[in-house]
């Protein structure tokens, strides 16, 4: 072989080296969570759903986690993070982070769960969302009402309710519209207590002073962060509360009425998983989630000196002796 032979071989391989190498390099996952590491749900069922689908972590897939700790503010700068780390796909729990998750990129696929990625203008429609964003929904405002009902139903003499709710989150909105509408039929009076970061000291403190005989919690993300502290108050003042987080429950909290995140985020996975093997996000229909668990801890329902009705025992999914 003469020598300039030689020498294009080697330098062929050389160029055709580091393009085999970055074929082979494992694609790489951003999640991004408002609260702390290992206090949600959500990211434990996206690992599980990712490995049902032959994902093994740092060997096929790269998973990046980055998390705010509570600090809402972070939360566009850790997105940042994970795109400068040129990540394949961005998972995002929840509207706020998503919405944040949009504003960074329109090119980068965005898997989510969500409230109501419509009206929250996340995508232009559930069986075709466009853009780069899919996932699931929950549609959660379109349940909230029931949020009252089953107070009403567990505590017949509550009268007024505290919700502790984000109004920059259009699918929180959207539940406080329908608790607002179903109320008078109820005959109950809301009282509404914003949670965003300038207003959640005030509103924690008007948990105890405002004559409520009641409490929902929505499932704004930031209030999963506050679980311990909000069941923590809830008992020292025994107050009933109905929060949006099965987790909840387990935590001490009286009742939960919500969907399952773990599982909705085992079934993400799939969409993780089919937007690496090269289909469009926009072009993926958004599932909507139709399960809803509800789940009544017996020993608050004593240690607040409350009868829970045999008939919505009954109809729990899962009772807390």
Same mark, same amino acid.
């Given at each position: 072989m003469l020598r300039r032979d030689v020498i294009a071989l080697i330098g062929g391989a050389a160029v055709a080296w580091p393009l085999a190498a970055r074929a082979q390099q494992a694609p790489r996952l951003g999640y991004v969570w408002i609260g702390t590491k290992g206090t949600d749900g959500s990211v434990a069922g996206l690992r599980q759903g990712l490995a049902d689908r032959g994902y093994v972590l740092g060997r096929n897939l790269v998973l990046e986690e980055r998390y705010a700790d509570g600090n809402t503010e972070r939360? !566009?700068?850790l997105i940042e993070e994970l795109l400068v780390l040129k990540?394949?796909?961005?998972?995002?729990?929840?509207?706020?982070? +998503?919405?944040a998750a949009q504003r960074a990129t329109s090119t980068v696929p965005i898997v989510c769960v969500t409230g109501d990625p419509v009206g929250s203008g996340l995508a232009a429609s559930l069986s075709r969302p466009g853009g780069n964003i899919t996932g699931l929904s929950l549609l959660s405002g379109d349940y909230s009402a029931k949020w009252l009902e089953l107070?009403? $139903?567990?505590?017949?003499?509550?009268?007024?309710?505290?919700?502790?709710?984000n109004p920059d989150n259009a699918g929180i909105r959207r539940q406080m519209e329908h608790m607002q509408q179903a109320a008078p039929t109820l005959a109950l009076g809301l009282t509404a207590l914003s949670v965003r970061p300038p207003d959640i000291e005030s509103s924690m403190s008007a948990i105890t002073s405002e004559s409520l005989d009641a409490l929902v919690v929505t499932d704004d993300p930031f209030l999963e962060t506050l679980l311990p502290r909000l069941i923590a108050l809830a008992a020292q003042h025994r107050l009933p509360a109905l929060y949006a987080f099965s987790t909840s429950v387990q935590q001490g909290a009286l009742m939960s009425y919500s969907a399952n995140f773990f599982e909705l985020w085992r079934r993400a996975a799939g969409y993780v998983d089919r937007i690496l093997k090269g289909a469009r996000p926009g072009e993926l229909?958004? $599932?909507?989630? +139709? $399960?809803? +668990?509800?789940?009544i801890n017996l020993r608050t !329902?004593?240690?607040?000196?409350? +009868?829970?009705?045999?008939s919505l025992l009954a109809r729990a999914d899962e009772v807390i002796e």
């Amino acid at each position: 072989m003469l020598r300039r032979d030689v020498i294009a071989l080697i330098g062929g391989a050389a160029v055709a080296w580091p393009l085999a190498a970055r074929a082979q390099q494992a694609p790489r996952l951003g999640y991004v969570w408002i609260g702390t590491k290992g206090t949600d749900g959500s990211v434990a069922g996206l690992r599980q759903g990712l490995a049902d689908r032959g994902y093994v972590l740092g060997r096929n897939l790269v998973l990046e986690e980055r998390y705010a700790d509570g600090n809402t503010e972070r939360v !566009a700068a850790l997105i940042e993070e994970l795109l400068v780390l040129k990540v394949d796909v961005l998972a995002t729990p929840g509207t706020p982070i +998503t919405r944040a998750a949009q504003r960074a990129t329109s090119t980068v696929p965005i898997v989510c769960v969500t409230g109501d990625p419509v009206g929250s203008g996340l995508a232009a429609s559930l069986s075709r969302p466009g853009g780069n964003i899919t996932g699931l929904s929950l549609l959660s405002g379109d349940y909230s009402a029931k949020w009252l009902e089953l107070l009403k $139903e567990a505590i017949p003499k509550v009268r007024r309710v505290g919700v502790l709710w984000n109004p920059d989150n259009a699918g929180i909105r959207r539940q406080m519209e329908h608790m607002q509408q179903a109320a008078p039929t109820l005959a109950l009076g809301l009282t509404a207590l914003s949670v965003r970061p300038p207003d959640i000291e005030s509103s924690m403190s008007a948990i105890t002073s405002e004559s409520l005989d009641a409490l929902v919690v929505t499932d704004d993300p930031f209030l999963e962060t506050l679980l311990p502290r909000l069941i923590a108050l809830a008992a020292q003042h025994r107050l009933p509360a109905l929060y949006a987080f099965s987790t909840s429950v387990q935590q001490g909290a009286l009742m939960s009425y919500s969907a399952n995140f773990f599982e909705l985020w085992r079934r993400a996975a799939g969409y993780v998983d089919r937007i690496l093997k090269g289909a469009r996000p926009g072009e993926l229909p958004i $599932e909507q989630a +139709t $399960e809803v +668990t509800l789940m009544i801890n017996l020993r608050t !329902a004593r240690s607040l000196g409350l +009868t829970i009705p045999p008939s919505l025992l009954a109809r729990a999914d899962e009772v807390i002796e």
